[in-house]
């Protein structure tokens, strides 16, 4: 991130480096172009093709077992969906967090307030997760309800910064604000906690009935 002072660029985390100059040139080109083409493209790329290449043997063992992780609980159709969200979380890292950081925090929440709902559409048509059984659903719920906590998050947190710069706001709808902020989240939080703690127990004691009826 560069700033334009005086007619010239300078690097926004110290503001005595010019930038696309002398060592910014050399520690743009040494360590950040290397970093995001092997971390940032490379590795969603290789991903992406080593699951094209087995996309016809999703269900091989020996397969699952190699690459299993990347697409297991998906649908097969959707085998490549772990990584639309991988370029999901760079994308709102790129607009939200490089792009817009110069554009001030209410231009920065705005921006990443409309990439969220685009992503609640996409998960919504999509519906990625493969519900086996009943229980699957929960996997649905579960990233739906990720993704508008985070809605409501930049949102609360959207009024909480408007509120303070403008004084338009009342200071209840700010104290709500706040609850909603750290109650939303702590709530998701628990409830994920509960829905893995639930999922464990039922696996165990399905377990324990066919470890019975081989006996």
Known sequence: GCERIGGKLWLAADLQEACYEGRHWELLFLLCLPQVLLFVIGLPLGALVVLWRHRKDLH???????????????????????????IRKLVMVMVGGVFASRLGPDMQVYMSLALVVVFVVFH??????????????????LELGALLACFATLYSGMLFYLGHETNRIPAWSLDFASVIIVGGNSGFMLYAIFAFVQAVRREAGESKGMTAKER
């Open 60 to 86: 091989n063992p020996r397969a699952q077992f190699r690459w299993g992780i990347l697409y297991a609980g998906y649908r097969d159709e959707l085998y490549y969906w772990e990584i639309t969200i991988v």
């Open 124 to 141: 919504l048509v999509a519906q990625p997760f493969n519900e086996l059984t009943i229980h699957h659903k929960m996997l649905h719920w």
